[in-house]
């Protein structure tokens, strides 16, 4: 079945470092590529997205890359502030109408 | 707030019995799913449904029920066959196949076992 990993669990970076966050995907038919930024007691929500038909994203400090033939996508943090501490999960999507979610890595920026 | 909304936010269960968490949408989405979140776990896939009336086993489905009579809701069971069920529960919902797939998240009810 469908298997996404997330590597690593938890990260710890200095104010103003890069952060990088590293997913794998199972299936090789996943199409569609979300991560999701969920702050302490609150919902998940989207961050940015990718497309199998696209390598890389980019939205202001944020960027993910894909690789289709190693069947794995990262998220890219620059100048990273104290208000990106927070879990971070990425997901990969067949048929666009099952999201399988990755375990997570907690973030923790220090000032 | 999301135009997706869960309820109760905390919910607190004699074990035996059965609770049904609820989730509502007035995004017009096809597709709803159910999560679970343990620390350290993610988000695992309970359930989901693309259409009214179908819905599908996650990874997880064991001593756990849903339905999809309306397109704006997809309630989920926790039966007293779930041996575990403390934890936070996630609903979603999204487009599905037909267009943009960014799902948009409850937010969440906490289910405890007494």
């Known amino acids: 079945g469908e298997n996404v990993e997330q590597h690593p669990s938890t990260l710890s970076v200095q104010e103003g470092d890069s952060a990088v966050i590293k997913c794998t995907y199972s299936?090789?038919?996943?199409?569609?590529f979300p991560w999701y930024k969920q702050e302490l007691g609150k919902r998940p929500q989207l961050i940015i997205d990718?497309?199998?038909?696209?390598g890389e994203k980019k939205d202001q400090r944020i960027a993910v890359t894909l690789n289709k033939t190693a069947k794995h996508f990262s998220l890219h943090i620059t100048e990273t502030q104290p208000e990106d501490s927070a879990v971070y999960f990425c997901?990969?999507?067949?048929?666009?109408?099952?999201?399988?979610f990755g375990t997570g890595t907690r973030l923790q920026v220090f000032p | 707030d999301g135009g997706i909304t869960q309820s109760p936010k905390y919910l607190f269960r004699k074990e035996g019995q059965n609770v049904t968490l609820s989730c509502e949408q007035n995004l017009n989405h096809d597709a709803m799913y159910w999560y679970r979140q343990d620390p350290g776990q993610g988000l695992r896939l309970i359930y989901y449904?693309?259409?009214?009336?179908?819905?599908q086993k996650g990874d997880i489905a064991e001593g756990y029920s849903v339905s999809r009579e309306k397109k704006e809701s997809f309630p989920l069971t926790v039966t007293s066959a779930q041996k575990n069920p403390t934890a936070f529960y996630l609903c979603?919902?999204?487009?599905?196949?037909?267009?943009?797939?960014?799902?948009?998240f409850g937010q969440g009810t906490r289910l405890t076992v007494v």
């Open positions: 299936d090789s038919a996943s199409n569609y």
């Open positions: 449904s693309q259409i009214v009336n179908d819905f």
């Open positions: 990718i497309r199998s038909n696209v």
């Open positions: 997901a990969a999507s067949i048929r666009a109408d099952k999201l399988i």
């Open positions: 979603a919902s999204s487009f599905g196949q037909s267009r943009d797939t960014e799902a948009f």
